[in-house]
């Protein structure tokens, strides 16, 4: 039986179009849903128009209660038999109380060579410190930020007169190999890091 996979996002989804595109044939997984915090996701109306379900659970109204927010979130999956979570450009912090009944079943995309640049504006300051190199990973979520037992790593050359832009452009392009690889090899119990290219 194919694992059900729950892709969670806040912005465009470029990379849960690239999972979704993946997720065909002998592949052993398929998407189930697409959950956002944001209505206006862009990545939200594309998988709609996909014929895949979809569901919104807004941050806002629960202010800073997290517990809530997740909660919520955790009500929303279970119609859906979830068997595996890709966040997805979620731009959320999941507390440890979401992960931990999730750790071993869920995966993130990060924009850097983790463990370098946890967190945001990872290429403002990969640029900023001078690095020759620059990447993402993809790794298995922990209640701690950012880490998580590395499953899949993409380099790209930082290039004279990069732009955190043109950084962000050049890996996101990695980012969409990247993932689909790691999705594949996770759905099928294989946790051996992949080292792209
Ligand atoms: C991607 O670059 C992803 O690595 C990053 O957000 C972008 C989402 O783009 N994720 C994070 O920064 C998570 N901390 P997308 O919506 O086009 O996939």
Redesign the pocket.
Known sequence: MSKRVAIF????????RSLVASMTGDHPARPALVLSNRSDAG?IAWAAGQGIATEVVDHRPHGADRAAFEAEIEARLVPYGIDIIC?????RVLTAGFVTPWQGRMI????SLLPNYR??H?HVRALEAGEHEAG?TVHEVTAEL?EGPVLGQARVPVLAGDTPDAL?AR??EQ?HILYPAVLRRFAAGNRTPLYLP
């Open positions: 996002l806040s912005g465009g989804g470029s990379n849960m990545g966040l997805a450009g979620f731009m993130n995309i990060h924009p967190g945001l990872t993402c950012d962000a890996v996101l980012e």
